[in-house]
């Protein structure tokens, strides 16, 4: 039987490990974090969850932890937030581009300095090269759905998936959710089968060091492999469906897009948000609808490029700067993407810097300013 | 019965063809600790002189699975590997004995970089041996100076000679209170080995370090490595024992007669001598002053080790 609960986005996060059947968890609880790691200590405690849980003294040691549990053939997770998640570069490197399956929980919350609490993308998003697959969820229950999905995904590809939600706006704040009967879990997500391990059996090297040339081939490895991960991603969603009922998206959840001539793109929370000033867009005589962004590497460029139809406008709003480039980071991605496939008009709208509230009524406004030539008062901090 | 050099197992794990330099010391102690590990170990090793010459993908020079992993990394990476072994085995995916995890690691894998994941590991007494092949500094690439590097030594960072004494770590991880460490010396090689073998068989954190004259970074003639590890030991600047949850439970010979005062130290000055980095100390007007300050040293090491025992 399917339960229905009221739960936080960090407690959600902890019942998805349950339900993954994760064998190792190592984490540490600070930098800031969430309560997804207390959360899941006390359920192996209380014997709720099999796992063996290593409370490690930081996050650089946390993904090291994680490294070394994948390669001798366990399950793995972890949950970190903003400086956390900074702290752990080096060892996101080599968790990516060593092509070892996991999945990490990211409460997205700003970087210091000056120290702040609250939401934006800026943690997750300076992670992009990492060779890690990033999803954004929208709602408490798809931080659930999407860690479960994310081991489906992260283990066909052999890439790791970070999924990434609101700090406070989804970590903190509850919501009702479904947690499917475990059957239909166990049913879409099959015990791990690792590829490889460390193994005396069959000693190998990982990760040694090599020449160029298998190093190159390599890295080019790496790429196709997330570009072979976007099926994987389709796939995922629809079979996570067939199981459970539930559907947030694939690597795009679209909102009002089919007869739109404005497109209001975005990710996380703020998605969400958008869909209520899509409606009231439309309200006012605007065809407004919303493109989310769910799977953000590997970067949707055809399933974007499909959907945004050529002469219509996109407004970008997004929580996070590309610093020296007078833009966030996910406009410049969809130019990029759509340079020399569709021909729109793309206006880009920082905001909600630091947790700094988003309304619909707000996100309407700018969306409304930006399409009608109104530049600079679109800008929130300015 | 401790046993004899013409005893030890001959498995190899070390294969031939590795790139290490003539005389290498972290490559001969590898040889020693795989005979008495035997062949059911999982090793990460940190960037070090054995990562560098342990063979390019897809070689490899060691038998064993060996993974690489970030330079801070050694510690975490094998509680990562234990705990991932011991969730199977909970689970019924891994029958039979687990492997014994091992880290392979220099002096600035311990010492310096590797310090907290260490201190952690050691914290929450994870089950595996942490190795640190002690050759006092940064020898791979280009002999920088460490925190294992002893006063007075000259370096690449530190070319008029380092300033500032030795980190002690054998005393950091003393206090640490693990289950089981040790230190020992190439030129004792059947004596390494049986601490190793002791290791194995200890649950916990147990930490060997092994002292390792590297003839590019101390500046002396290859074929004396051996001898430069045996006049370390018996001149009191290497000493040998055991501790068991923060107490020392045994001195090894020679280091049994020094601190009991049933031996003298000596060779001292030949050690010294024989070493260019520390050639500007030696000089006819340092060297005496410089002797007795490192004499000095070695008796206060030996009066505070004396005051941990058993």
Known sequence: MSERLLETGCHAAALAVRSARVDVVAAYPITPQSSVVETVASMVEEGTLDCRFLPVEGEHSAMAACAGAIAAGARVFTATASQGLLYMHEVLHMVGGGRLPMVMANVNRAVFPPWALLVDHQDSLSQRDTAWMQMYVASVQEIYNAIIQGFRVAEGAQLPVMVNFDGFILSHCASGITVPDQEAIDAFLPPYEPLWRLDPANPSSYANVTATEYYGKHRAAIQRAHEAAKPLFIEAAASYRDHTGMWDGDLLELYKTEDAEVFIVAMGSMAAEAKLSADALRERGVKAGVVRIRVYRPFPVEALAEVLPEGAAAVVLERNYSFGLNSGILAVELKSALYGRKNLRIFDRVMGIGGQDLTWAYMARVVEDAINGKEATSWQHE | ?310
């Open chain 2, 1 to 310: 019965m401790a046993t004899r050099i013409k005893d030890l197992p001959a498995d190899e794990i070390v294969l031939s063809g590795n790139g290490a330099c003539a005389s290498c010391p972290s490559t001969l102690a590898l040889r020693i600790v795989g005979k008495a590990l035997g062949s059911n170990v999982v090793m990460l090793l940190t960037p070090s002189c054995t990562v560098a010459s342990m063979g390019l993908t897809p070689q490899m020079a060691f038998n064993y699975p060996a993974m690489n992993v970030c330079f801070a990394t050694a510690a975490s990476s094998a509680s990562g590997v234990m705990y991932s072994l011991e969730a199977q085995a909970m689970k019924g995916r891994l029958q039979g004995e687990l492997p014994t995890v091992i880290t392979w690691t220099g002096d600035g894998g311990t010492y310096d970089i590797g310090f907290q994941a260490l201190s952690a590991a050691a914290e929450r007494n994870d089950h595996f041996i942490h190795f640190c092949y002690n050759n006092e500094a940064y020898s791979n690439t280009g002999v920088q100076r460490s925190a294992a590097t002893p006063a007075f030594a000259a370096t690449t960072t530190t070319p008029g000679g380092k300033v500032e004494a030795k980190k002690n770590m054998p005393l950091l991880m003393l206090d640490h209170r693990v289950p089981y460490m040790a230190t020992a010396s190439l030129a004792y090689p059947a004596d390494l080995y049986d601490k190793v073998v002791k290791a194995k068989s200890v649950k916990g954190l147990k930490y060997i370090e092994i002292f390792a004259p590297c003839y590019p970074g101390w500046r002396f003639e290859s074929k004396d490595m051996i001898k430069l590890a045996r006049l370390a030991v018996r001149s009191g600047v290497n000493l040998l024992w055991e501790a068991e949850n923060g107490a020392i439970t045994r001195f090894s010979h020679p280091t049994k007669g020094l601190v009991e005062g049933s031996s003298q130290p000596r060779g001292l000055e030949e050690y010294f001598e024989a070493q260019g980095r520390f050639k500007h100390v030696m000089t006819p007007e340092r060297k005496e002053a410089f002797l007795s300050g490192v004499e000095a040293e070695i008796r206060a090491e030996m009066d505070l080790l004396r005051g941990r025992q058993v």
